[in-house]
T-cell receptor, first 112, second 116 residues
Framework: DAKTTQPNSMESNEEEPVHLPCNHS???????IHWYRQLPSQGPEYVIH???SNVNNRMASLAIAEDRKSSTLILHRATLRDAAVYYC?????????????FGAGTRLTVKP | DGGITQSPKYLFRKEGQNVTLSCEQN?????MYWYRQDPGQGLRLIYY???????QKGDIAEGYSVSREKKESFPLTVTSAQKNPTAFYLC???????????????FGAGSRLTVL
């Protein structure tokens, strides 16, 4: 099964861009890349997802490498409210068992 | 507003007791999931269900049981066989299947279980 690797933690300054990396070197051709984030003592919330092309929404941008072995979640201007644990996960298309498994994620600290 | 409701938010249990955590959704999602989260850790999948009357074990199903009698409801029972049940439990739902919109998870606010 394809797995993801993320740094345990990252720091950013408020109002600056943040690039959160994720490696998924064993990704299959039809696996979607999903990103979620979890604020303290809350359930995770969906951020963005993509397959091959870069994606943008109101929360973030997702840049996917051409070989799809890595991706980067981009927060264009970090705010204090963006301090959270960010999870990169893969949705397996190869079977109908759409189990969604999370790793430990990256804990983002935003400094004022 | 559509969403997922988990109850209770906080629950205390004595050792040896079973306890059931409720998860209800009004999103018309077919798939539902239960995750466990320990302090400072990521989420681990306990059980998931893609359709009514069907469910599959996740990575840590031992000591837990579920039922899926209605599309809207996916209760989790933490049995006395679960050796270390103190944790934060999260329920989620999604539209299953393939395609771009499938499997975007919506989570509840969680239930925090403490065994005394």
């Amino acid at each position: 099964d394809a797995k993801t690797t993320q740094p345990n933690s990252m720091e950013s300054n408020e109002e600056e861009p943040v690039h959160l990396p994720c490696n998924h070197s064993t990704i299959s051709g039809t696996d979607y890349i999903h990103w979620y984030r979890q604020l303290p003592s809350q359930g995770p919330e969906y951020v963005i997802h993509g397959l091959t092309s870069n994606v943008n929404n109101r929360m973030a941008s997702l840049a996917i490498a051409e070989d799809r072995k890595s991706s980067t979640l981009i927060l264009h201007r970090a705010t204090l409210r963006d301090a959270a644990v960010y999870y990169c996960i893969l949705r397996y298309e190869k079977s109908n068992n759409n189990d969604m498994r999370f790793g430990a994620g990256t804990r983002l600290t935003v400094k004022p | 507003d559509g969403g997922i409701t988990q109850s209770p938010k906080y629950l205390f249990r004595k050792e040896g007791q079973n306890v059931t955590l409720s998860c209800e959704q009004n999103l018309n999602h077919d798939a539902m999931y239960w995750y466990r989260q320990d302090p400072g850790q990521g989420l681990r999948l306990i059980y998931y269900s893609q359709i009514v009357n069907d469910f599959q074990k996740g990575d840590i199903a031992e000591g837990y049981s579920v039922s899926r009698e209605k599309k809207e409801s996916f209760p989790l029972t933490v049995t006395s066989a679960q050796k270390n049940p103190t944790a934060f439990y999260l329920c989620a739902s999604s539209i299953p299947g393939k395609g771009a919109g499938a499997n975007v998870l919506t989570f509840g606010a969680g239930s925090r279980l403490t065994v005394l």
